[in-house]
């Protein structure tokens, strides 16, 4: 029986992120995970939203966790950012009953909406390893992944509570899902180092240079690819390497691709992109 | 066009009255001592001025209007050289701020609390005689050093130090000593030092006089010479031929002495410890001397030894390796088999005394906070954490993986600079400015008031451990050294949430909040959050400071029109419009940036590396580049019911 969950894309999967919103679905399925989609659900605030108004953040995703709690399901989404900044929404709601009520009673009166509080909200790759295992996840695999691969998880679902089983400052979930869809995985020490993504637009100097750093380190460490479990790092990873090699004078090339995009390839799902992705570690390389 | 929006919070006003300086400091004179660290003149320059050969106080200069930060100062002070007087030090302490009698009650709590822990375990052993006797044979003055330093060290573990110079001291004395330490150097070619002699002499030929004493012996040598520590071995054994009991193996140090002197004397000090009254070594009460000594209350409260001893692990420890001689990086692997218990300061102690002198790394108290390192992704104090509790044992082994703090440039292997912190720090100017305040009169005297719940708010926001580890917890720090960091960022906020201090100082303090090089410069507070309690604190302060450096700009720049917009772009469709945020907050010269860069570039031919169709939407047909590729779309689609959004937003933040 699938296990159903309300799928939140994150905040730029619709945008510059694409391939995540093609490819999670695809991803679900051969996990045995049915999204239903939270059509109504607002963008998380991303850690920008609360430097205007801490308390609209709150309302707005206190109306998308009550949506879905009103669907009798928890959240899943495959963005890290996200699911840090529900998760910790939703735990400042929990501990103050204060606000809770405030903010059902703004809900209350716009939306017809109460927040319980019974809900949860989960990263994929937690789902992934504390609910569906690794047993599973290997019965899955149909193109095994032969590269060295860094696992980048952010610091974002590296909190207190939001990590499922995982260790907050040492995690180790991604290596296992690496492992099992048959890369090396590497060791490296900033994997849950911050790139910045909430100073992008404005302090872009030392963002290009963390997230240089980020990249460097996974290619010293043999990285041939890097997988990203948020899709905002994602971008950032992805999309800013060349401006993030030229201000910090670093090695920054190497392919970028996002969590759905492995698992649904590894599962055997859009062969084509597979194939160009491998032409792009074995042949073109940086 | 922004100039006109209201603040989102107003700053926090003051809420009650203070008048009395919380550290009324009449008189401060610097010690013999000094090594001119800097340490105090970074801290508050208009009291202390640190010359060639010592610190000096400025002349003229008035100790009662800088109270607090000679007191830091004080404190801070690496051999401890700054004296100070306090006012009314020995009446009545009517004028303490409300922070300072909770921060003394915590005290007296824990030591009230440390006292019965004692009582519940060690009570027995630590009553009677607990004289510990430390004889030194000296001859530069190496032992009689470290004699003393030892004395000063016995209190830890419930002892009373004595230093006893060999020269003229009666052999028949000692047979009443039921605990002995001996510090003897080799002179010469095996010599004895000069004030040994004549003691060692009278000891051969003592007989068993010494029945009821346990001993040990630190020697020290110089390994170049034949007879290396050649006295001390004299000594151990005729200490043994008077009928001595060997509490712990003699240490044979060569003239780097002090890593082995101190590993040999925090355990034969815990072994001689638990030597009670009647002169009998309680083995058994060893693990629970050793977690005394270490300030770890935690087993005996519980009155249950076996609580905190624990049993041995095998463990990889991997340090991060820098020889700033060569310039040469890398990392040393040693398998270890440790106690649990043993903090990971003591695992550095043991590998610099057992397998390599030349390993560096900050040693102090176990909460010296300049001692900070990063065990497993972890930043922490390394003598506040044991190894049974940050160990990762992921199927090959236990490891420990520690590295110095990222924020800070690395001098050799762990150590690294610290002085660039308290460059920041004294950049922000951080003192105390008082505004005048009306007082009231309270028991004859003027006394100011303050809500208690503020007052403790004010004490507990800015007492951290450490704030170099709080600096080091910004992932935006080691890439912007001009950023003063998340613990300046949050000193800065709490000081300006002071009541006592005056409305110039707290508009000086936002604009210093609101400059380049503050709270703006942080990038991304998730990486602050994630430290534990220490860090969800702090990164609320740094919100609240962003909210008021942003208000203070009318959302102005970049910062503010970033958070301005996006925010805008949520009410107009729920999403975040990308373009709407690179028209608006970028501009023009931003988005010519990208296209030069390459960003632009490789948003256009993202479809080359994902695999997608080149094309994701009609716009492309008709404006391209918008909708190639990766470029975010022009226009969202707006999330179902948009007008709830819209309610709620009208509701809570008409400014949007």
Redesign the interface.
Known sequence: MAMKYAYHPG??A??????VA?TMPFAAESLGIELIPL?????C????????????QI??NA?TLAIAESMGLDIITSCATTA?TLH?DLNNLRNDKQLLSKVND?LQR??GLTLKCEINVHHLLHVIVDEIGLEKLADAVKNPFGFKIAGYY???I???GACGGD????P?YLEQVISVLGGEPVQW?SK????????L???D???M??TA?VLSDAKSEGAQLVVSACNLSH?LL??????AG?VSGKKTKV?VIHLT?FLAFAFGH?I??CA??RT?VLVIGD | MFNNRNP?DSLVQPVGLWVIPMSAVTKVWIDEGCITCDACENIVPEVFQVEDETCVIVDGVNPSEWGDDIIEAAEGCPVDVIMYEVAGADEEPAEESPAEVIEEAVAVAEEVSTASAGAGVLAELMSGDRDVHIFFGSQSGNAESLSAKWAKKASDYGLVGHVHDMDGFDIATMSGMKRVLIACSTWGEGDMPDNAEALYAAAKGAGKILSNTHFSVCALGDSSYEFFCESGKEWDQVMEEMGASRIHERVDCDVDYDAPSEAWMSIAMSKIACVDDSGTFQEDLLEAMISHASGDSSAAVAGDVASVAEPEIQVTATIFRYDSMTGETGADAWACSLPGHYSVLQLLRTLKSTQDGSLTFRDGANNDPTTGVCV???LVLPGMVRLSDIA?D?GNGAQI?I?PLAAFDVIRDLAVDLSSYDKLRMSTKPWFVGGEREGSYASGVVMGTMDPVVATELHSSTNFESHYILHASS??V???QS?IGPALVNHLWNRSCDPRISDKSRTAIIESLSDVNGV????????I??Q?TMGLAVSKSI?QA??AA?AHDGYN???G????W??WS?KSS?????TT??RT??GPM?LAS?AL???S???IF?FT????PMI?ELLALVAPPAGIG????QF??K???HH??V???N???GR?
């Open positions: 905040n730029v619709h945008s510059n992120a694409l391939e093609d059509d109504a659900a607002t963008s605030g991303a850690g920008i939203l609360r430097q205007a108004n801490e308390e609209l309302t707005l109306r840090g910790e703004i716009h939306c952010g610091p974002n590296q909190q207190d260790d907050i400052f040492d180790d020490s849950t180092q911050s790139v910045g993504v909430p100073g637009f404005s302090e100097k030392t963002v240079k963390q750093s971008m992805d999309v800013y390497q060349g401006k030229k392919p995009e859009y084509d992109r160009q992705l792009r | 989102v497993n992704g972890r990762r992921k993986r590295e992932d935006a080691p890439h912007n950023y703006k410069a942080e990038t991304d507070m998730a990486s959050r994630r534990g919100l962003k909210k942003l720049g970049r910062h029109k970033h958070v301005w996006y925010t949520i729920g999403k975040v419009n990308e945020l690179y907050v970028l931003g990208n860069s390459g960003v570039a490789r948003m993202g590396r994902t695999g997608r994701n990766k470029m975010p779309k969202n689609s999330v179902e019911n709830e959004v309610s709620i937003f509701e809570m933040d949007f």
